[in-house]
Each structure stands twice: as C-alpha cells, then as structure tokens.
C-alpha cells in the first residue's frame, strides 16, 4: 500500500515540477504597449518566439494605484486587443497598467508589463473628417474632431482637450507631390486662399495639443477642384464699368466729329461778291459812260524825261513798273485805298508832297502811278491848249495814262475849274504852289477818266509821238489831252486815278469840297493800281470792269510806259479795240 | 445721490479684491514654462515608469486626492507638493543613466525656479494653507513612506506626469509651443 502511495506521489510530484518547468520555460512576450487613439485603446504585444499553433496570450488590467489585476482575456491567438471598453475614464484617471502572458495549454509565462502607465499622454490625435468648400475662390474647410462610438456622450475630444487644440493643414497641389504648403490654424475652421489659381488641390490635417506632449495624427487627403469661374460678382462689376467707359468714350468722339465737321459759316469779312469786290463802284458819284482813251500829247511827255530816265520804272509794284525804291511803294496805299473820305486821301496827300516833290525833282523816283514825274517848268491857265496845261488839268481829272504831272501852281490855278468835274485832282493844284516851292513837282499820278464822245472825236487830232522816256517808257502811246480846261464832269473815271498829295494838303487846307473828286479819284486810284495788277493776266476781269473804266484805263495810261510793262502791249490792245 | 455713487464704489472695490484674490496663485505661475517641463519628463518616462514594480499603489493619486483640491488651496497645495519632490523625490532618487539624470535635474530645476516664485506670492499674503490642504499633503507624505525609499522616490517620479497635469489645470499655465 505504502509503496503505491509513494509511486503516485513520485509521478504526482514530478507532473507538478514537470508543469512548472515548462510554464516557466514558456518566454514571455517580449514587449507590451498601447496604441490609442482617441477611444480606441489597442493593446499589442509582441509574440514569444517559436510560437505554436497553441499559443494564446493572456491579457490583464490594472487601474493605476487601485486594485488587482483584472482578467481580461484568458487565450487570444491575436497580437493585439482592445481595451477601450475598459479604459473608458482613461482621460479622467491616472492612468492604467496592462500585462500580457503568453498561454500554452497549461503553461504559461511570466507576465510582461507596459513600461509605461497608459495614461492621456500616450493617445495620439486623430481627426475625425475634412470637408472642404470652395466658395469666392477661396477653399473653406472644416476640421470634424473625431467621433468614436464608444466614447460617453461628455466625454468629447473638445472637452478632454479644452485649450491650445491646433491644427497643421498641408496642402498639396495634384501635380506636384512634394510641394506642401504648410500653414497651423488654431481653429477647426479654416480658408485657404488659392491666389485663383486653378486645379485640383489636395489636403491633409495633422491635430495637436500645443499645452500637452501628445504625438498627432496627418489625416486622410481630401481634394477639390478649382475651376476658373469668369462669372464672379466683380467679374461682372468690371465688365460693366468697362462697357459704359467705352460707350462714353465713343459718344464723346461721335460729338466732337459732329461738331467739328458741322456746316460752317464763313465769316462775314471772308464773304465777297464779284460784282462788289470793288469798293469804288459803289463809290462813284456819277453813272458811267463808256471809256474812252484818250490820247495824251506825246510831247508834254519828254518833258519829263530826265526824271522818268533816272527813274527805276523797273518794279514798280502799282502799274507794273519796277520801281526798287521805296520811295515809290510808300505812296501804293494811296492807290489800294478806296477811301470813301476825302478827308483821308488828303491827310495820305499832306505827307506826300514833299515827297513827291523831291521825287519828281530828283527823278520821280517816287511816283507811285507809273514812276513817271512829269515835271512842268511852266503852266498857265490860259495855256489850255498846251500840253502842260492840259496835263496839269488831265492830271487832275482827265484820264491821263499814268504819267505824273508836275505842275507849277500857274497852271493848276486853270486846271481847278475843269479838274473837278472830271474827279480831277487839280483844284487843289492853286494851292499847292502857295503852299510849296513853285519849282516842286507835284506828283499827279496817272488818272484815267471816261470821256464824253467829244473827247473821242478829239482823238484823231491828237498827236501820236513817241515819248522819248527814259529809256524803258513806252516808245508809242496815244492820248489826247483834253483841250478844254473845264471838262464836263464824266460819268465816272474809269481808269486808275492817283491822288495828287498836294491835293491832299489843299483838301485839308479848307478847299471847298465840291471842287474835289476825291472820292472818285481815289477810287479811281483803286481802279488804277487794281487794273495795275489785274493787267497781266486778268484781262477778263477787267472787262468785267469794263463799265469802271478799268479796262480802257490802263490802255490809255500805260501807252507811254515802259515796254517791259507786261500790259502794254494788251493797253495797246485794247485802245485799238476801244477806239474801232 | 451721493450714496449710490458711494455704495456702488463699494462693491466695483469689493468685486476686484475678490477677482485678484481669486487670481492670486494663478498670477504667480502663468510665466512658467510648462512645456519644457513636460518635455523633459515625456523623455524619461519610459525608463523611470518601467522601473515601478508596484502598480496598484499610488503616492500621489489615492482616491483622486489631487482632484479635489479646491481652489482656494491650490496655491498651498502647489507650494507643498513643489516642497515635496525638491526635498524628498529627488534627493532619495539615485539614477544611474546620465541621459536620465540630466533631465531629472532640469525638471528639478524648473521647480525651484516654481517655489521662488510662489514665495513671492507668499509675502503678500496671497497663499494661506488651510486644513484642507494640510490634509493633502500629509496624506501624500505618508503613502510615500509606506514604500521602500527608492521605490517610493521612483515612483514618485513616475508620477510626476500627473503632478504636472494637474499644475497645468489649476493655474491656466499658457502654452509657450
């Protein structure tokens, strides 16, 4: 009996040391830890070396500074196990203590403790969601902390962690897949400001506690397209402040083309009349007769010669002879004047005389109608028939053909009678030598006046000489001087009429108006220096002037002139023609 | 009229005594830089933690001892506790690791730079200790004696973490990170 108990207890005994040994022999998991997120607590392990197929772990809990271990799981062929369900005041405690054996049917091994108290340090961050929004070319998002289902209803991810919750947000454009932008809100809603670009982008959230240690989490990438949008509100703002600038510029322009383009007024100063062009019809006293030419006597003409020669014929601006000094230009404005007032033509003639005077004496470098001073030694009113009378009464009224006279005041005492019927411009010619040297020349001017039929009829006794001029004067010429001293008032004179300045100085003197025909030389002076001007190639106008007297002026007047005289050999024309 | 103004100057004087009263500690402990703390601490976790064998005992943590601490004697509390680890914890602690070492003596740094400030906080009268606090702290005295000295000194410094946690939650120390 003995000896069987001693056998059994013998195997007894040996089973029992046999099961320690190989319990102990079983090692013990090599480490054990917590992998927790936020609720979701996960206990791992390492596995024992050379595992069987039966190995299982044994898995126990203890709250930190309270009670025994607690039995979890008695055989788990996993590496790992979740504890959330027990750890659920983790973030309210101080923390738990978890070890792992590892179980082979009846042996076990030691156990293996966490290193550390699991405790909120060791929960790593995690969020939730990501939405984004894209909104004003801005990405909006929004950080959803997350939401375990086994988390007490106040136990809350912005509970637990109340202060200095942050984010870090990175944000990757599709392309490129290591270009981050990195930017840290500290709130869970955040914008992000795209600059409008276009494209797909993609981001990524990483939550942390700035006050505590614990590690985060990046989330899952979240990606939005940006389209270009052309329709924004200041797109459209834009456009339509643009459209009005334009049609506002344009309207402007359509104005001011309308405006400048408008018809237009020319100003009246601008407006001219053919038939009226000429002040001096309007001025004529008396209706016009038909011109006449009358021939003057070539001989009174040589008399003036040594003047006229010196003279430069050459030039002149009035009648066409050049005349380089200016001695003779000065007197033009008395013909281009078609002074109505007499008053004028005196004050031009009370600066002249002197002038011309000299001129006449030293040449009639001044004469202003044709640069021919006729100078008369001696001139008697009875003379009448003579040549000197005759010119000095021509001069004042009879249409001379530009040739100057220059008279003593013997004969322009005669000539006063006659002279201003004719819009001579003698009467003033008694004065003049009282007033002035006797020997001074009086320059006369050309004058051309319409004569009566009388005067034509004396045309075929006038002499035709040549005027042994100086040199360039015309070598042919005919004119008739008027043999008697008062002629009858003509119409009109037609052809050109120089004022005489001494007539000027005796109009201002007080001579009796009526004797003067100054309004009617002057015009005829303006005729003069118009048809003057128009002889070269106006010759249709100045027929136009034909009842002016224009045309058959300067065929008379200029018969004596210089040959260079473009009008010349049209004067010449013209005579013939006025006189068949 | 008068009386009003009077009476209302009264309670705006008694509404501020009662608002810095309130604030008084927390005044004191807002320029620590926690964070430097903490960090030093994550580092030496693993190896001091591991090295408590005694997991179902706590020095600092009995019956959620730090939890309910009002208050009013948090400032004493804090000043005791600070006491505590710099007389006690880290002179009974013998750590071999250098590495370990130079962070538990920046860690006991930062808490004598704590104390002297709370001394200031004391002479103005602004840190009384009540029964309460009292309480505490000789209750966490007598759980640290219960343990062998260098199991209780590692174990303490195990703690430090909760120690830390609970500063960080009674004085609104700002994050410096």
Request: proline share 6%.
């Amino acid at each position: 009996m003995l000896p069987r108990l001693v056998v059994l207890l013998a195997a007894f005994l040996s089973r029992r040391l046999g099961s320690d040994a190989h319990g102990t022999e079983l090692p013990s998991p090599p480490s054990v830890w917590f992998e927790a997120e936020f609720f979701h607590h996960i206990l791992h392990w390492k596995p024992i070396p050379n595992q069987s197929e039966s190995t299982c772990y044994e898995v126990a809990l203890l709250r930190y500074g309270i009670g025994p271990w607690n039995s979890i799981s008695n055989c788990s062929q996993a590496l790992s196990y979740d504890l959330t369900a027990v750890t659920l005041d983790l973030y309210r405690s101080n923390g738990y203590r978890a070890r792992v054996r590892a179980v082979d049917g009846s042996r076990h091994s030691n156990w293996t403790v966490t290193n550390t108290r699991f405790s909120l340090d060791e929960v790593t961050l995690t969020v939730g969601s990501v939405k984004l929004e894209i909104h004003n070319g801005f990405i909006l998002g929004k950080i959803q902390p997350p939401r375990p289902k086994m988390a007490p209803a106040n136990d809350t991810y912005e509970s637990i962690f109340s202060h200095f919750r942050e984010y870090e947000i990175a944000i990757r454009k599709v392309p490129g897949n290591f270009t981050f932008t990195h930017k840290k809100v500290k709130h869970e809603n955040f914008s992000l400001l795209t600059s409008g670009e276009v494209g797909e982008f993609c981001v990524q959230v990483k939550p942390s506690v700035t006050s505590r240690t614990n590690k985060g989490m990046w989330s899952k990438e979240e990606c939005v397209s940006l389209t270009r949008q052309y329709f924004t509100v200041t797109n459209v703002i834009i456009f339509f402040a643009f459209v009005l600038l334009l049609s506002g510029a344009l309207a402007y322009c359509l104005a001011l083309q309308l405006y400048v383009r408008r018809r237009k007024k020319l100003p009246r100063v601008l407006l001219f009349k053919k038939p009226n062009a000429f002040i001096f019809i309007s001025q004529r006293p008396s209706p016009e007769t038909q011109d006449t030419i009358h021939p003057l006597d070539e001989e009174a003409f040589l008399k003036v010669s040594p003047e006229l020669r010196n003279s430069d014929l050459h030039g002149s601006t009035d009648s066409g002879f050049g005349s380089t000094k200016p001695s003779l230009q000065t007197e033009e404005p008395q013909f281009l004047l078609p002074d109505p007032h007499p008053q004028a033509d005196r004050t031009l003639g009370n600066g002249e005389p002197p002038e011309l005077g000299d001129s006449c004496s030293n040449g009639s470098s001044n004469s202003t109608d044709s640069g021919i001073c006729l100078q008369e030694p001696s001139l008697s009113p009875s003379t009448g028939p003579t040549w000197e009378q005759q010119v000095g009464s021509d001069s004042r009224g009879q249409d001379d053909s530009g040739i100057g006279l220059v008279q003593n005041s013997e004969g322009q005492a005669g000539d006063t009678q006659g002279g201003s019927a004719l819009g001579h411009d003698s009467p003033p010619e008694p004065e003049v030598p009282a007033e002035q040297d006797p020997t001074a020349v009086v320059f006369r001017g050309y004058l051309r006046q319409t004569r009566c039929a009388e005067e034509k009829a004396t045309k075929t006794g006038c002499l035709e000489e040549e005027l042994p001029l100086a040199g360039g004067l015309g070598p042919k010429f005919r004119g008739c001087l008027d043999d008697e001293a008062g002629l009858h008032p003509p119409a009109l004179a037609k052809g050109y009429l120089k004022q005489d300045p001494l007539e000027m100085t005796l109009a201002s003197s007080g001579t009796p108006t009526e004797q003067w025909n100054q309004p009617t030389e002057e015009w005829s002076l303006l005729a003069l220096s118009s048809c003057s001007d128009l002889g070269t190639s106006d010759w249709s106008f100045a027929h136009d002037l034909a009842p002016l007297g224009c045309v058959a002026a300067p065929g008379g007047l200029l018969g004596s002139f210089n040959s260079d005289l473009v009008t010349l050999p049209l004067i010449s024309s013209l005579h013939s023609s006025d006189s068949s | 009229m008068k009386l009003q103004c009077v009476s209302l100057w009264l309670l705006g004087t008694i509404l501020m005594l009662c608002s810095v009263d309130n604030h008084g500690l927390r005044r004191c402990l807002i320029s620590t830089d926690m964070d430097h703390i903490e960090d030093s601490f994550q580092e030496i976790k693993r190896a001091i933690q591991a090295k408590d064998t005694f997991p179902n005992v706590t020095i600092l943590s009995t019956l959620e001892t730090l939890q309910i601490i009002k208050p009013l004697d948090v400032c004493c509390v804090t000043k005791n506790l600070l006491a505590f680890y710099v007389d006690r914890v880290f002179k009974d602690h013998q750590e071999p690791n250098p590495k370990i070492l130079r962070k538990i003596s920046s860690i006991a740094n930062s808490f004598l730079y704590m104390q002297k400030t709370l001394r200031q906080c004391q002479e103005q009268r602004q840190c009384h200790c009540r029964q309460e606090a009292t309480n505490v702290t000789r209750v966490i005295h007598d759980n640290y004696d219960q343990l062998e000295v260098r199991s209780a000194a590692v174990k303490s410094l195990g703690e430090l973490d909760i120690f830390l946690a609970w500063i960080a939650k009674n004085h609104e120390v700002t994050s410096s990170a």
